[in-house]
């Protein structure tokens, strides 16, 4: 390395150690007593506590403005050395310099005498060497083509016996081919027989399984037919018996039927004097449609309807100016009447009513005849007797009505006669029983409330 190279690096050393030596001496000049600055605070902040005065404030301020004067000369003054100190520095750094450039003239003088000597010297020996490399390489060069030689006759050996490997590899990779192509193939094989197993277990179990659900769909046929046949014999026993009661009906009938012709000679008398009959007041006319609608039944030109109130079956009976007689039996007649409601055969209602209806213009001239018959008490309902009845006739607008009472066991009660042609239509009548004298009286009945159910009102002591 060259002596100006020396130089500039013993310069810029110096120059790095006055640095730091500069900023340890300011360091020490500028940092103030930290410790003195912290008591001065505690005290002041304990003053503060007790409440410090004014004066005591202001001087606080005094001194810490003394402070920060003394501060600020002791900066001045430090600025003030490192300047000189400066000053004093650079004149010393440009005289050393002075000596070391002319130093560094004399030795690169000398340097550049012995560079020149000692490049002559290197040519020669340069030259010697080029000499001796030539000579070399050439024998390295024909080294080199025989170890060419050598390595391409290597290669040739080895690029026969490589392929001689590739082939016999290739042989076996043939052999390693064809062996996996049976394996496949015998793979194939089994899994198409196993496929052929597992569709023949399949069809198996599916033919099982239709097998199963054909016996299953014949076992429920068996039993639908079974249920079917039980059914079937219910319904005929059930048919037998509604025949049995019908039978019984009717024989009760024909034999009260007997007995009404037996009785009509004897009731000629009573039929023939003047009968009394009620006005059906608007009440009574309410509830009569509300149970007739509620049943299903009609209003029509010509009504005559009975009510009652518990779960008794009464029978109304309307015999027609032929002598035809309508009734649960025959429920329509010839003469155009239909008993449209039928109440109570079994205990279904406490507000029943049974209704004979003839349709407009469909009712014939002549004397119709009203009875009222109790025919059957349903126990099981706990029904009170003697039940309380009403009878209330529409002959073609014009509405009477007629009040009783029957007991289970009475003979069949005639109630009233009514015209429709002839002079007109006309009604009347009081009740009268066509048995023995213990029948009922009908009387009228008494004022009833609006909105309060007439044959309730007349029939309160019937309730259960």
Known sequence: METSAWLVIGLLSLSFLYGIWMLL???????????????????????????????????????RLSVVANRNRALEDAERRILEAEAVRLARIEAEAALAQAKVAQ?????????????RAILEAKLAAEAEERRKFEEEEERRRQEVEAALAIEAEEARFAAEEAERIRKEEEEALAKEAEAVR??????????????????KEAEAARLILEEEQRIQAEKDAERQEELDRLEAERQVELDRLEAERQAELAKLEAQRQAE????????AASLEAQEVDAATQRELRSRIEAAGGRIGDVNVSLMWNNYNDLDLHVVCPSGERLHGGNRHSKCNGELDIDANVKPESKKPVENVVWDVGGAPNGIYKVYAHHYKKHK??????????KIIINAKGEFTEYNGALTFGDDILFVTQFRIGGEGASTGGKAKSSGPSNGPETSAPDAVEPGVDPLEAFMDDDED
């Open 264 to 271: 009509i000679a004897s009731l000629a008398a009573e039929e």
């Open 107 to 119: 030795e690169e003088r000398e340097a550049r005498q012995a560079e020149e000597a000692a490049a």
């Open 380 to 389: 099981k309902r706990r029904s009170k007797d003697p039940t309380k009845f």
């Open 186 to 203: 015998l793979a194939a094989e089994e899994a198409e027989r196993i496929r052929k197993e597992e569709e023949e277990a399949l069809a």
């Open 25 to 63: 001496i300011k360091g020490d000049i500028v940092r103030p007593d930290r410790r003195q600055v912290d008591l001065r605070d505690t005290s002041l902040r304990n003053r503060r506590r007790g409440g410090p005065a004014f004066g005591e404030i202001k001087v606080e301020i005094e001194k």
